[in-house]
């Protein structure tokens, strides 16, 4: 059998490398996963600055390429290009969507504001205080107390943007979905979870019905996982 065109080069635990994982999982596009974490030999070996993911592009129209698309939104981009249908793409009306460019809008703040304030902020602080083991729950709580009302803050606002029901952008599943489910997959696995809203969980139970995200959740924060 034939190897897949593509190898997307990151760890599973990597939310943005989920993202994209996600996507070619939907769309039924196979690809080979190299997992490493960022600033590794091996991601600065395909991404100039050590971040992940990258895509590598095997083949295009029969011509041997192995070419290293880099960035979540480049990837994204040729994804659609490559494999239009299913499309993960929203319509005015979807949701309380009006113009079709809410949908990447979305996508920037999950990506852009939603990295830093979930993981930065809470996630990663809360896993490696709790791996170290040497701070109480409550004392954990409180060095991040500051970073979990950013976070709440933050998902007020995001949950305004959203369906009152259904996906992000309500019957249509859509990037958005995919650019932010995997941020608060992992922080429903942790305590701090607890400061997701009725309407999220509730999203959250739709999207675990897929068979993309069931797929896409082996070697997660959800399941119990580390970085390689």
């Not at 791996?131 to 979990?148: F, H, N």
Request: with cysteine; proline share 7%; net charge negative.
């Amino acid at each position: 059998m034939a190897s897949p065109l593509y190898t997307i080069i990151g760890t599973p635990f990597s939310t943005f490398t989920r993202s994209i994982t996600l996507g070619l999982t939907y769309k039924g596009i196979p690809f080979t996963q190299v997992r490493c974490v960022p600033h590794s030999d091996i991601a600065y070996d395909n991404h100039p600055f050590g971040f992940l993911p990258t895509l590598i592009i095997h083949e295009i129209d029969g011509k041997t390429v192995n070419l290293k698309l880099r960035e979540s939104m480049s990837i994204v981009r040729y994804i659609d290009k490559v494999a239009p249908k299913p499309s993960l793409h929203i319509s005015p009306g979807d949701g309380k969507a009006i113009i079709e460019e809410q949908m990447w809008e979305f996508v920037s703040f999950a990506g852009g504001y939603g990295f830093p304030a979930v993981e930065g902020g809470v996630v990663k602080p809360r896993v490696a205080a709790t791996d170290a083991g040497k701070l109480t729950d409550s004392a954990i709580r409180e060095q991040i107390k500051s970073d979990v009302e950013n976070l709440r803050r933050f998902l007020g606002k995001l949950e305004e943007l959203m369906a009152d029901e259904g996906y992000v952008f309500g019957s249509k599943l859509s990037w958005a979905d995919f650019f932010l489910f995997p941020l608060l997959a992992d922080l429903k696995a942790i305590p701090e979870g607890e400061v997701l809203s009725p309407r999220m969980l509730n999203w959250m139970e739709e999207m675990n019905k897929l068979e993309a995200v069931k797929a896409t959740t082996p070697g997660t924060l959800s399941v119990g996982a580390r970085p390689p």
